[in-house]
Structure formats: C-alpha cells, structure tokens
C-alpha cells in the first residue's frame, strides 16, 4: 500500500495562510481520486476538499472560496493552499484516497484569533 506522509501545518494568526503537502511513497496517478480531511477531538472527520485524477475538484461550503487543492502526479504529492485561515479551521488535517486503509499521522493547524 502506498504511504501518506502530511505536512505544512502550524500555528498562524486569523487571516493567514498554510499550504498542506501529502506526499506518496509511490505513484498517486492510479489513484482514482485523492483528499483532504479533517478532524477536532469529539467530532468525526470530515472531508475538506478533494480532487479525481481528471482535475475536478470538490470542496466543503466552509472552505469554498479560500482552500485550494491540487496533486501533482511527477511528484507523486498532493497539496492544499489555505487562505484566509479562520480560528475554526483549526484541526488535525489527514489525506486519502479511496481504497487505503489506515490513516497517516496527519498535520495540525492551528489558527488563532
């Protein structure tokens, strides 16, 4: 199975920006479709964006307009630009793509107000 590695997160101010890296062990070109999760304590983790191998993208009502996500297949990492960060993006952010099993360690973003 290939491996997820995320990265790119941190603390940063309401406003700011963070740009998520997930790179793959292998090739992500098979991959029929890759994502960006997130998740707090106490809730169960939601899909933030995502993208098919085709470009089509997908985003959640709350980041549409602010996160972007994009993969790029040579070098076999999938990425998320984050703009306009508020307090309550703040989470533990994972990707995915469909038939994986497991999770990776995931990158944590902070936002403070």
């Known amino acids: 199975q290939v491996h997820l590695v995320e990265s790119g997160g941190g603390l940063v101010q309401a406003g700011g920006s963070l740009r998520l890296s997930c790179a793959a062990s292998?090739?992500?070109?098979?991959?029929?479709?890759m994502g960006w999760y997130r998740q707090v304590p106490g809730k169960s983790r939601e899909l933030v964006a995502g993208?098919?191998?085709?470009?089509?993208?997908y985003y959640a009502n709350s980041v549409k307009g602010r996160f972007t996500i994009s993969r790029d297949n040579a070098k076999n990492t999938l990425y998320l630009q984050m703009n306009s960060l508020k307090p309550e993006d703040t989470a533990m952010y994972y990707c995915?793509?469909?038939?994986?099993?497991?999770w990776g360690q995931g990158t944590q973003v902070t936002v403070s107000s």
């Open positions: 995915q793509a469909p038939g994986r099993v497991g």
């Open positions: 993208i098919s191998s085709g470009g089509s993208t």
């Open positions: 292998g090739s992500i070109s098979s991959f029929s479709a």
